[in-house]
């Protein structure tokens, strides 16, 4: 009944810019903190970027100064990726905070995009 939707990952030259967005649909109460996590050549999915509701930002320091994460809507934020490096590749998931009628605050996960950044 929840759903987010990413879009705008792809493969570009090292140097170039990417576009994420992230929709979330369906039916919920309240929806908080929205965020991106990459997951490279390991299991783990690293923190990219978070925005809360109040627009407070949060980057990790490889993208500080490359990355902006920007919350335009309700349910929707959007991580612009500029100066792209080789490292950055992997896939990118979006994450969100969501209350649902009869249920606690919880986590809820996009099927994630790639982004595949060439030397």
């Known amino acids: 009944q929840v759903q987010l939707v990413e879009s705008g990952g792809g493969l570009v030259q090292a140097g170039g810019s990417l576009r994420l967005s992230c929709v979330a649909s369906?039916?919920?109460?309240?929806?908080?903190?929205m965020g991106w996590y990459r997951q490279g050549p390991g299991l783990q999915r690293d923190l990219v970027a978070t925005?809360?509701?109040?627009?407070?930002t949060n980057y990790a320091d490889s993208v500080k100064g490359r990355f902006t994460i920007s919350r335009d809507s309700y349910n929707t934020n959007y991580l612009q990726m500029n100066s792209l490096k080789p490292e950055d590749t992997g896939v990118y998931y979006c994450?969100?905070?969501?209350?649902?009628?009869?249920?606690?605050?919880?986590?809820?996960w996009g099927q994630g995009t790639q982004v595949t950044v060439s030397s």
């Open positions: 369906g039916s919920f109460v309240d929806i908080n903190t």
């Open positions: 925005i809360g509701s109040g627009d407070t």
């Open positions: 994450k969100a905070e969501l209350l649902r009628s009869f249920e606690n605050w919880r986590d809820y």
